[in-house]
């Protein structure tokens, strides 16, 4: 039997209870064939080594099969403008994490926001390049004649590769795919993206295209989110639909988000959509959910389908008892020893 | 008594039936004080004379007390791209429209998406500049090697306008003001735009300030909407937080907005928040609550507060009889009669 080699990056506040958690699920629906190595790569890591990651922590990542990660960040310590960049986007840069997977539907027993339920979307987020390329500057700093800019970078190959696991996934669900631009405002690069999906589009005469600006889709996932199916969007537009997605899926203790290199060139990393929220970290009532679903996923990326199906099931049995369902009711032990039982 | 001149855009779709219905409410409220000036400047205008409006189109509006848009765009006729970069854009640059007022409540009968009601949000989006510059470029273009890039571009005088703006509208409401950014991962204008931030709060002590990255904030207006109070953003943050705005009020018939040029140098232009809408453009169902609001707005800019309120209060005498507050279910002139019957 395959053994599969986990990197295992908790990082910041709450990611570390909720990536522990996730661990023991997975553990127990593949025993004995994950090997997990932890990283204590961290704000705190960055306060005693003035690096959020060691020189070759890129490196040292390559050679696994997949990589777990909590979350990262906590303002007070470290601003986020650095953990982020020296941990978070450079990993899914240099693997070529290009697509990132969130499913945003109810599970049973959660009461979302919305009076209305019975939606299942799956977002695709460009996870490379974009409006989060890090390219620009700023002139004249600190006076009142200071200019900032942000270029957002989007190349043939980066969308090209997006758009086509776009369709894909559409292919595979309803044949349905909602492509995101504003592109009646941002005239270089999202005429660019609805060109280059207009072209591709001939090669899917299957997949049925929509094409829908960011206001206009935001607005859609609250008013109609049930019409919507495959979601593909850059880095910033997927970044804001997927926590929205969280909000209407009850929130972002239930988010989970895959970062897949496609190609398998480099491992993928799974991580839970909420961030480190340094306000309850030691409170242990984090949702370990979403990391539980979000390593459910890195089992089903491993060809594991029937232990990720397994671990879903489980979830979906203790949410549809009320475990679990309502923010700070249970404690993340509690959650996590209830998908536990239910895998037996 | 003063007499204003009004510069009518009714522009494409339903923007024409909306700003007619706009436009007999306002006479109403204010007898033989309104001079409208209509101009048809539009997609088809487009079509007739391959410009959105004619070269001297600003200044002919310059000379205006204020501007009332409907609808711009058409996309089958023109494309997004050019209709709005060729009219809607350049007024609210030319005429330093720089804070884009948008207010968020529920009009009493309105059921909107949410469980939760009671929320009540002003956004101010900046409106002339950001990621909206117009910036950018194609090179390669048609290769496999294009790459296009769009410029966000923020300077020192927009941003701290901006923001000054909004610090203003807290201290007339809650107090409270809500900064939106995603300086965790664009770190030259967001870290920009929150160092302005910082900088400026020193000046207003009386404002308790908080930062939110426009992932969770779309969440939050979702999650908790009564939260928020006054909402300060970017161009593109504001544009999509305005559409969620809309949506959770319960729909885009009844968002309306302000484009105003507070130092008065030039005309403000009062606009609905939603589009030309073309499926919907011949069925004489369009909502004109978000019409007439806007020039409730309009009218509150002149200074005529008395009868701006009066439209207000019509408005809500007539969606508390559940008149206009389920989309199509009335028709555009039965609605306006209704507003008008209700100002007597
Ligand atoms: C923390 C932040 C940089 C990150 C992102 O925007 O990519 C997060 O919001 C996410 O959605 O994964
Ligand atoms: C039509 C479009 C360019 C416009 C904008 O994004 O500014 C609209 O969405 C709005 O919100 O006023």
């Given at each position: 039997?395959?053994?599969?080699?986990?990197?295992?990056?908790?990082?910041?506040?709450?990611?570390?209870?909720?990536?522990?958690?996730?661990?023991?699920?997975?553990?127990?629906?593949?025993?004995?064939?994950?090997?997990a190595?932890?990283?204590?790569w961290?704000?705190?890591?960055?306060?005693?080594?003035?690096?959020?990651?060691p020189?070759?922590?890129?490196?040292?990542?390559?050679?696994?099969d997949?990589?777990?990660?909590?979350?990262?960040?906590?303002?007070?310590?470290?601003?986020?403008?650095?953990?982020?960049?020296?941990?978070?986007?450079?990993?899914r840069?240099?693997?070529?994490?290009?697509?990132?997977?969130?499913?945003?539907?109810?599970?049973?027993?959660?009461?979302?926001?919305?009076?209305?339920?019975?939606?299942?979307?799956?977002?695709?987020?460009?996870?490379?390049?974009?409006?989060?390329?890090?390219?620009?500057?700023?002139?004249?700093?600190?006076?009142?004649d200071?200019?900032?800019?942000?270029?957002?970078?989007?190349?043939?190959?980066?969308v090209?590769?997006?758009?086509?696991?776009?369709?894909?996934?559409?292919?595979?669900?309803?044949?349905?795919?909602?492509?995101?631009?504003?592109?009646?405002?941002?005239?270089?690069?999202?005429?660019?993206?609805?060109?280059?999906?207009?072209?591709?589009?001939?090669?899917?005469?299957?997949?049925?295209?929509?094409?829908?600006?960011?206001?206009?889709?935001?607005?859609?996932?609250?008013?109609?989110?049930?019409?919507?199916?495959?979601?593909?969007?850059?880095?910033l537009?997927?970044?804001?639909?997927?926590?929205?997605?969280?909000?209407?899926?009850?929130?972002?203790?239930?988010?989970?988000?895959?970062?897949?290199?496609?190609d398998?060139?480099?491992?993928?990393?799974?991580?839970?959509?909420?961030g480190?929220?340094?306000?309850?970290?030691?409170?242990?009532?984090?949702?370990?959910?979403?990391?539980?679903?979000?390593?459910?996923?890195?089992?089903?990326?491993?060809?594991?389908?029937?232990?990720?199906?397994?671990?879903?099931?489980?979830?979906?049995?203790?949410?549809?008892?009320?475990?679990?369902t309502?923010?700070?009711?249970?404690?993340?032990?509690?959650?996590?020893?209830?998908?536990?039982?239910?895998?037996?």
């Amino acid at each position: 039997m395959t053994t599969y080699r986990i990197a295992v990056i908790p990082g910041d506040g709450i990611g570390i209870p909720v990536t522990e958690a996730a661990l023991v699920v997975a553990a127990k629906a593949l025993p004995g064939r994950l090997e997990a190595v932890t990283f204590p790569w961290s704000c705190d890591f960055y306060l005693q080594t003035g690096q959020m990651m060691p020189q070759d922590g890129i490196d040292t990542l390559r050679s696994f099969d997949a990589i777990c990660l909590g979350a990262v960040g906590w303002p007070e310590k470290v601003p986020d403008s650095v953990s982020l960049h020296g941990l978070l986007l450079p990993i899914r840069k240099a693997f070529v994490q290009y697509a990132n997977i969130r499913p945003h539907r109810l599970l049973p027993g959660v009461e979302g926001p919305l009076r209305k339920g019975g939606f299942d979307i799956l977002c695709i987020r460009e996870n490379t390049e974009g409006e989060y390329s890090g390219a620009g500057g700023r002139v004249h700093q600190g006076t009142k004649d200071e200019v900032a800019v942000e270029t957002a970078v989007f190349t043939r190959a980066g969308v090209e590769r997006i758009l086509r696991f776009g369709f894909e996934q559409a292919r595979k669900r309803s044949g349905r795919l909602a492509s995101v631009t504003k592109s009646n405002a941002q005239k270089y690069s999202m005429v660019f993206w609805d060109e280059v999906t207009k072209e591709l589009a001939a090669e899917y005469p299957d997949v049925a295209i929509s094409h829908y600006h960011i206001d206009a889709i935001a607005a859609r996932m609250v008013m109609a989110p049930e019409s919507l199916d495959v979601v593909v969007a850059s880095n910033l537009f997927g970044d804001i639909l997927t926590d929205l997605g969280a909000a209407i899926q009850g929130g972002l203790g239930f988010a989970a988000s895959a970062n897949i290199n496609p190609d398998r060139s480099a491992p993928s990393m799974f991580e839970p959509v909420h961030g480190s929220a340094p306000d309850i970290a030691h409170l242990g009532i984090a949702n370990p959910l979403a990391a539980i679903w979000s390593v459910a996923m890195m089992l089903e990326h491993l060809g594991e389908v029937e232990a990720a199906a397994r671990i879903m099931t489980a979830m979906e049995t203790v949410t549809a008892q009320g475990i679990g369902t309502v923010p700070g009711q249970n404690k993340t032990d509690e959650i996590t020893q209830a998908v536990i039982s239910a895998l037996d």
